[in-house]
């Protein structure tokens, strides 16, 4: 696979260029990792001590629960894989991830984070914010798309904001993600569903 970026250009990108020092101290804690297609990390201690950034390819997040497979996110090129789990679904529901493609990662040991940059300028912490802040829209939009909208709402949704999900992932990985059923998928697609 060709490699877009490495991994400190890729974060100069996403969070403005950093001093030399920070530089120096954001080696220490990132490594670059290349997963291939239907590889799965399923450590929760992996997942957990984590932050994800799929520089290339694509990766879904999913949880098991009564055995059954329910998808959480999608993440694709330049796509943030955040797994934060709470104390009260930890044990119950961990997450995993599998890789839709062959993908590049660039993935943050938060627990080597010891000794946090110090942001110099106002535009880094901007952007770090940025981050943070776009992750709490997906997750509102998220819980939106669930509570509000219908089902032919929900998939147009995904298909606007996904285009390369309908050839990365199966149709009950994207019905599980949408929280309808495959047979409501197909009836949307045939135009035999309800408008």
Same mark, same amino acid.
């Given at each position: 696979?060709?490699?877009?970026? #490495?991994?400190?250009?890729?974060?100069?990108?996403?969070?403005?260029?950093?001093?030399? +020092?920070?530089?120096?101290?954001?080696?220490?804690?990132?490594?670059?990792?290349?997963?291939?297609?239907?590889?799965?990390?399923?450590?929760?201690? +992996?997942?957990?001590?984590?932050?994800?950034?799929?520089?290339?390819?694509? @990766?879904?997040?999913?949880?098991?629960?009564?055995?059954? +497979?329910?998808?959480?996110?999608?993440?694709?090129?330049?796509?943030?894989?955040?797994?934060?789990?709470?104390?009260?679904?930890?044990?119950?529901?961990?997450?995993?991830?599998?890789?839709?493609?062959?993908?590049?990662?660039?993935?943050?040991?938060? #627990?080597?984070?010891?000794?946090?940059?110090?942001?110099?300028?106002?535009?880094?912490?901007?952007?770090? #914010?940025?981050?943070?802040?776009?992750?709490?829209?997906?997750?509102?939009?998220?819980?939106? #798309?669930?509570?509000? =909208?219908?089902?032919?709402?929900?998939?147009?949704?995904?298909?606007?904001?996904?285009?390369?999900?309908?050839? =990365? @992932?199966?149709?009950?990985?994207?019905?599980?993600?949408?929280?309808?059923?495959? +047979?409501?998928?197909?009836?949307?697609?045939?135009?035999?569903?309800?408008?």
């Amino acid at each position: 696979m060709e490699l877009k970026y #490495n991994n400190i250009d890729y974060l100069n990108e996403s969070i403005s260029v950093l001093p030399q +020092e920070d530089k120096e101290k954001l080696k220490s804690i990132l490594s670059e990792n290349f997963y291939k297609k239907g590889e799965i990390i399923s450590s929760v201690k +992996e997942i957990e001590e984590h932050i994800y950034i799929i520089s290339q390819g694509g @990766a879904r997040v999913f949880y098991l629960k009564d055995g059954k +497979e329910i998808t959480f996110s999608f993440a694709f090129d330049q796509d943030l894989i955040l797994c934060l789990n709470s104390q009260i679904n930890k044990p119950e529901l961990p997450k995993i991830i599998e890789f839709l493609e062959d993908s590049h990662v660039i993935t943050i040991n938060i #627990n080597l984070f010891s000794q946090p940059l110090k942001i110099r300028d106002i535009t880094t912490a901007q952007r770090i #914010n940025r981050i943070l802040l776009d992750y709490s829209y997906f997750l509102e939009e998220r819980i939106i #798309n669930l509570q509000c =909208r219908s089902a032919r709402e929900r998939y147009e949704w995904v298909v606007t904001h996904y285009p390369r999900l309908l050839q =990365r @992932a199966t149709l009950g990985q994207i019905a599980s993600f949408l929280g309808i059923t495959q +047979e409501t998928i197909s009836r949307i697609r045939s135009e035999k569903y309800p408008l």
